[in-house]
């Protein structure tokens, strides 16, 4: 008889990163919790987001909402995604604004079954929407008020998708305040710097201040790719090494993930 294959992971379970400057493995718990990924290109953004949407597609809790303007970054895991969007503004829009109306119907139904937030015990998807270059769609493609209109949307979804379980991974490697506006930074619980330019570079990423305390992603070797300063939960910053998924890897984790997620029914 031929083995029933099942989704090896849960969403709600901690995700794998790497390992920190002491060899301890470092985990972290995205079911509820979004996360900010900055640095200069070649910095190791790549690693860690292919990290995070590997656990996803391999979760049997999880829809995948891919953002990529360039298509090549996140393209692999195209075929285990509910939605991905390529180098489209008006494309991104619709879809925000479809999850926009998923998290306040979530809502509605958690106050009239006086629940509080979306849990493992509950049986409901995660959307885990994961950007690949956030400013390439808030301030370099299309106009200005569309360009607007997606940050909002994507605020929105930071600010309020948490407890309705949606989860945003945003990325950028132009991590100035012009780009991530530090009311908007504050919302993410989760934050990993890799290699910046500058100290005031890694502070948008980390928040304000923390390269004065000597935690800053402008002291990073430029050959230390995947070298990064994680701030999680325990409050200040973590110098890690992410792990690495080889192009290979990455080809047949997507093949086996996008293989268990034909046997799923449609949202």
């Known amino acids: 008889m031929a083995t029933v294959r099942v989704f090896p992971y849960s969403i709600f379970d901690p995700i794998h990163l790497g390992v920190d400057e002491f060899g301890e493995q470092v985990h972290v718990n995205l079911a509820e919790r979004n996360m900010l990924i900055g640095g200069e290109p070649g910095g190791g953004k790549s690693s860690a987001e292919n990290l995070i949407v590997a656990h996803g597609a391999l979760s049997c809790d999880c829809r995948l909402v891919l953002v990529d303007g360039n298509q090549v ?3 692999p895991w195209r075929h285990s995604a509910d939605v991905f969007i390529g180098p489209s503004l008006s494309d991104a829009i619709g879809a925000f604004t479809q999850f926009q109306q998923i998290m306040n119907r979530r809502y509605e139904r958690l106050l009239a079954t006086g629940r509080r937030k979306i849990t493992r015990e509950d049986g409901e998807d995660v959307y885990l ?21 997606f940050a909002a949307l994507a605020r929105d979804l930071i600010a309020r998708g948490r407890a309705a379980g949606v989860i945003l991974i945003l990325a950028t490697q132009r991590p100035s305040h012009q780009i991530i506006d530090p009311s908007m930074r504050d919302l993410f619980s989760y934050r990993l710097a890799f290699r910046c330019t500058t100290d005031s570079s890694s502070d948008v990423v980390l928040g304000q201040g923390w390269a004065a305390r000597n935690y800053t992603a402008a002291s990073i070797d430029p050959l230390a790719r995947g070298v990064g300063w994680l701030l999680s939960e325990s409050g200040v910053p973590r110098r890690i090494k992410t792990a690495f998924l080889t192009d290979a890897d990455i080809a047949h984790l997507a093949a086996y993930a996008a293989e268990l997620r034909g046997t799923r029914q449609a949202a």
């Open 129 to 149: 929407v994961v950007i690949d270059e956030y400013a390439y769609y808030s301030a370099t493609i299309g106009k200005k008020a569309e360009r607007e209109e």
């Open 73 to 75: 970054q996140l393209g």
